[in-house]
């Protein structure tokens, strides 16, 4: 039994749908979620500035004593992930790879669609992870940049969302693809709009539950689960705005949210030193 607890971070609040899952299919964890809100949006940055954000934040959850670090926001992935593995000491598990091999197990006519902020787009990580999968399965991505400030607006479900959208899907439609990889961790909150849009024949494939059973997986591997039978705990910390964090991130974790702590930037700068 290991009761260290598991270090989730994103650039701000998406990743609660990913911890969300984590919570329900691990309850027994112990849980450390930061949230970079100082510096969101992670999706219009350069490449190696995420990178370098990723770095900091991963090193600070490390300094806490956590056993696994999970990357909870597709752009930090797609910028970080092989760079955050060969830098920290404990696993880290990144929310791209679940997802690509999810989009190939459910295609059927190997078209795939990808929905995500630029960052991820411009990275071709998910083209080179479904590609290693299936070579002959063509993705289409397509950056959607409106679509983060609407989900964390005052009317998610409004009509401008739901027009968002349809600009971003009509590219998707006219390759006929047939699943379609939502590529950021906010879009699942917003899924009814999405299938309304794609309809029922389209697959909508999102990290929350493919990330959490790879959790699950590698905690068995490697025999650092904590003990079942209990209910863990879960501490959240932000760059930004405690009061915005615990507002807003209930609807992202949809549970409730008791306290959230402060975290300096000056802190995750040090912790990358």
Do not use: W
């Amino acid at each position: 039994m290991d009761t260290r607890p598991i270090g989730v971070f994103d650039s701000g609040m998406g990743g609660l749908t990913v911890l969300h899952e984590c919570l329900v299919t691990l309850p027994q964890e112990d849980y450390v979620y930061l949230g970079d809100g100082a510096r969101l949006p992670y999706g219009p940055r350069p490449l190696d500035e995420i990178r370098r954000f990723a770095a900091e934040i991963a090193g600070y959850l490390e300094s806490l004593g956590v056993k696994l670090v999970v990357a909870a926001c597709n752009s930090a992935t797609a910028a970080a992930l092989p760079d955050l593995q060969r830098r920290l000491s404990v696993p880290v598990v990144g929310v791209l790879a679940p997802e690509a091999h999810a989009a190939v197990l459910a295609t059927r006519n190997r078209r795939i669609g990808l929905l995500a902020t630029e960052a991820t787009v411009a990275s071709g990580r998910y083209a080179e992870l479904v590609h290693a999968l299936d070579a002959g399965a063509e993705v289409v991505p397509v950056a959607c940049p409106r679509l983060v400030p609407l989900i964390e607006g005052d009317d998610p479900f409004g009509e401008e969302t739901a027009e968002a959208v349809r600009e971003y899907a009509a590219p998707l439609r006219e390759a006929g693809v047939d699943t379609v990889i939502l590529g950021c961790t906010h879009y699942p909150l917003i899924r009814p709009v999405l299938q309304r849009v794609f309809g029922r024949g389209v697959t909508l494939v999102f990290s929350a539950e493919e990330t959490a059973r790879e959790v699950a997986e590698l905690l068995e591997r490697r025999g650092i689960g904590n003990g079942e039978g209990r209910e863990g705990g879960c501490r959240f910390l932000t760059t930004g705005d405690t009061a915005l964090f615990r507002e807003m991130g209930r609807r992202f974790l949809q549970l409730p949210i008791a306290s959230v702590e402060r975290v300096e930037l000056a802190a995750l700068e040090a912790a990358a030193a």
